[in-house]
Every structure is written in C-alpha cells, then in structure tokens.
C-alpha cells in the first residue's frame, strides 16, 4: 500500500494522559499536513512540514500540542495533558507543493 | 481572517435532482480543489482547477473556478444515491506555495 498511513486508527485515554500519533506519508510527498475534525466540520489545519522544516503551526493549538518530522519523511503528533475537548479524528495528509492532498484514514481520539 | 466559506452546510435533494454548490474564498486562489468524503470516511480528492473561469467535468459532476479566482462552483446532474457525502474545497489562501485551507464543507443527502 503506497498510501498516507496513520496509527493507530483508534486511542481512547484518559483525561491528562499524553498521546502520540504517528503519520507515514507518500513517500516523494515533501509536504505533510495534520488537520483535526470533528463531527459536522470540515478539517481543521493544526500545522504542516515541507520536508522536516515545521513551516506553520495554528495559533489556535495550545502548547500542549506538539509535531515532528525529523527526517522529512514520517511524523509524529503528540498531546499532553488530554481533555475531553481534544476528542475529535485527527487526519494527516501528504501531498508536492501546490498539489492535491492524500489523506490517511486518521486516528480517532476520545478521551475520556 | 482569511477563510474558504461554504454555505449552506447541508443540503437535502431527491435523487434525480440537480445540485449545485458554491465556494467562496476571501482571498484569491491560485488553485482550487474540491474533496468528497463519504459517510465514515476521510476526503478524498476530486479535482483541481487552476485557471481562471475554468471549467472541469468528471461524468455528472461539473466544476468551474471564477474569473476572479476567489470562487468555486460544483455543480451534480441528476443526483443519485451514490453522491451522497460532504463535499469540501480547499485552496492556498496565501499565495501557490501556502497551506491547504478547507471550507466547512456541504453534507449532500440524497433521498431515493
């Protein structure tokens, strides 16, 4: 499969437990998006990456949000402190400059 | 700020019916494209229009981008069961190389 793959495709934690997401992307893809969802709403940019340089992080992510990719090509999201308004899918996408995104299946949080 | 509005966000049509949806963006694009994402699912892209007044068809699905490129419009014919989904445009809001900044998108229900 030389698709975007996101693990794991579900994590349920615990209110103030830290989480990490991981995204593999297509591997030519220098650009790399994390966006969040919730029911009803489009994505949500949180921040993205041409090749291991972090280019843009929403103002709306707290500190506790944190991204990397290291060698430009898989990346981590990590969360600490959890809370229940966190819960949401947490979606990456891979994609060339100025083209069309390809999306992983996602990592659905809940906290609880 | 800027933004990639999508009004309304839902819409219900018999199937048969056509449908048409519209894009707005409060900057001008250099591209835009449009996503679907079905029920349980993550976007999946459909196309992308670059120049001005362009007009791109995929079977019954139109698409146009505006002379002004700061609009999109999707347009189904004689909608089916199948179309069901959200349907979500997305473009560069600052300038070719920015980030991908998504509308809200439109939940299409189709009723058979």
């Known amino acids: 499969d030389t698709g975007v793959s996101q693990n794991p495709r579900h994590k349920i934690t615990k209110r103030g437990q830290n989480v990490t997401f991981r995204c593999d992307p297509i591997?030519?893809?220098?650009?790399l998006y994390w966006y969040r969802q919730t029911l009803g709403q489009g994505p949500e940019f949180l921040t993205y990456?041409?090749?291991?340089?972090?280019?843009?992080k929403s103002r709306l992510l707290s500190d506790r949000f944190s991204a990397e990719r290291p060698k430009g090509s898989f990346s981590t999201l990590e969360i600490q402190r959890t809370e229940q308004g966190d819960s949401a899918m947490y979606l990456c996408?891979?994609?060339?400059?100025?083209?069309?995104?390809?999306f992983g299946q996602g990592t659905r949080l809940t906290v609880v | 700020g800027q933004q990639v509005m999508q009004i309304p966000q839902y819409q219900h049509v018999q199937e048969g019916e056509d449908f048409t949806t519209y894009c707005n963006s409060s900057?001008?694009?250099?591209?835009i494209q449009w996503y679907k994402q079905r029920p349980g699912g993550h976007p999946v892209f459909l196309i992308q229009?670059?120049?001005?007044?362009e007009v791109k068809k995929q079977k019954r699905l139109t698409f146009q981008f505006g002379e002004a490129k700061k609009n999109s419009s999707l347009h189904i014919t004689a909608t089916q069961t199948t179309d069901v989904g959200t349907y979500f445009c997305?473009?560069?809001?600052?300038?070719?190389?920015?980030?991908?900044?998504f509308g809200k998108g439109i939940t299409l229900s189709v009723r058979p």
């Open positions: 996408a891979s994609s060339l400059v100025n083209s069309e995104a390809f």
């Open positions: 591997s030519e893809h220098n650009r």
């Open positions: 990456f041409q090749n291991e340089a972090q280019l843009e």
């Open positions: 900057t001008t694009l250099s591209n």
């Open positions: 229009l670059v120049k001005s007044g």
């Open positions: 997305a473009g560069p809001q600052r300038g070719a190389n920015s980030k991908l900044t």
